[in-house]
């Protein structure tokens, strides 16, 4: 009786080892892959602030408004040298940056641009933690106009 | 002397005994100390082995897969802070002794002007993509002996810098 006691006490033991061994697996593993994948190194914020002063330097010359800014024409991705496949309107554009820039007189808004994730402007505002990084600075110029730009950014870039 | 053999016999067969408890204790205990040995001695080496395993799984891993993206996303930035007439120059030492810890002797960078990608390779496989957003045309070259990448930016529809990128480019091939 107690030798059958031993034998499955063995048994016992022996399942224990082999399903700690499988969970010890499992767990290396997962935190191997984990690891492997999920080290990501956050430069949305750099690339919003980039955008950010790229906008500003097109639209805000010697802290007065661009002339031409104001016109019909004016082509704000041409100008800020913005390329329309990663940041247009096109559906094969890709989706991971917005922009909008707000230039108001006498506290009304005398023109927009936004190009686009337009889910960003929303989210920007709920500053959603993580999801994505927004950029929003405002500027008075000397000529009495206020611009107001705010971008975003979500790319996490893509391992291959 | 009787009891004591019969006592012996039950605690020997594992059935309870009243009439030598001492002995029947000796003998369980005898029974139970050397699983609970193993168990313990199995327990530590697989945490151990466990431990091991994670330690070669991630520690070359992570340093290449999180240099590859630490490197392609410096660059794109550099691409969309500058301004077109630029040139950035950039120490790769560290991408090449990476490279070379890793065994990899491919191209350790590529940057596509088509797609506004740039692509880092320290090791086998495809490398970490990272896009700028900056509509220019990238002019690109490693110095191979100073270990230096040389990004040179111009404006994407100038003619002019057209021609010149052709004649760097079949300069480069030869």
């Known amino acids: 009786m107690l030798l059958k006691d031993k034998r499955a006490y063995r048994e016992l033991t022996g399942m224990f080892i082999i399903g700690l061994a499988a969970v010890g697996l499992v767990i290396a593993i997962y935190m191997g892959t984990a690891i492997f994948f999920g080290v990501i190194v956050d430069v949305r914020m750099e690339e919003a602030q980039a955008l950010n002063d790229r906008l500003f330097s097109v639209i805000v010359m010697n802290g007065e408004l661009q002339e031409d800014v104001l016109k019909n024409d004016f082509n704000i991705l041409e100008r800020a040298r913005l390329d329309k496949k990663i940041i247009g309107d096109k559906k094969d554009a890709q989706n991971f940056l917005f922009f909008q820039v707000d230039i108001l007189s006498d506290g009304e808004s005398v023109k927009k641009f936004i190009e686009g994730n337009r889910d960003y402007r929303e989210m920007c505002g709920l500053s959603k933690e993580g999801e994505i990084k927004c950029v929003q600075e405002k500027l008075v110029l000397s000529d009495g106009y206020v611009v107001e730009i705010l971008t975003a950014s979500n790319q996490r870039g893509e391992r291959v | ?174």
């Open chain 2, 1 to 174: 002397m009787i009891n004591n053999k019969l006592s012996k016999n039950i605690a020997r067969m594992g059935s309870v005994n009243f009439l030598n408890k001492k002995y029947q204790l000796k003998s369980n205990k005898k029974a139970s100390i050397n699983p609970t040995l193993e168990t313990v001695i199995y327990t530590v080496l697989i945490v151990a082995l466990a431990a091991i395993t994670l330690f070669f799984i991630v520690r070359p891993s992570v340093g290449v897969t999180a240099h590859e993206q630490i490197f392609a996303k410096k660059i794109a930035l550099e691409i969309d802070k500058t301004e077109p007439g630029m040139k950035i120059y950039m120490d790769i030492y560290d991408m090449y002794k990476i490279a070379k810890e890793s065994k990899f002797k491919g191209k350790i960078v590529d940057i596509n002007n088509d797609l506004n990608k740039v692509n880092v390779k320290l090791t086998k496989g495809d490398g970490y993509n990272f896009y700028y957003f900056s509509d220019v045309n990238v002019v690109w070259n490693i110095d191979t002996d100073k270990k230096e990448l040389m990004l040179d930016i111009k404006n994407k529809k100038s003619d002019e810098n057209v021609k010149e990128d052709k004649i760097e480019e079949v300069k480069n091939a030869a």
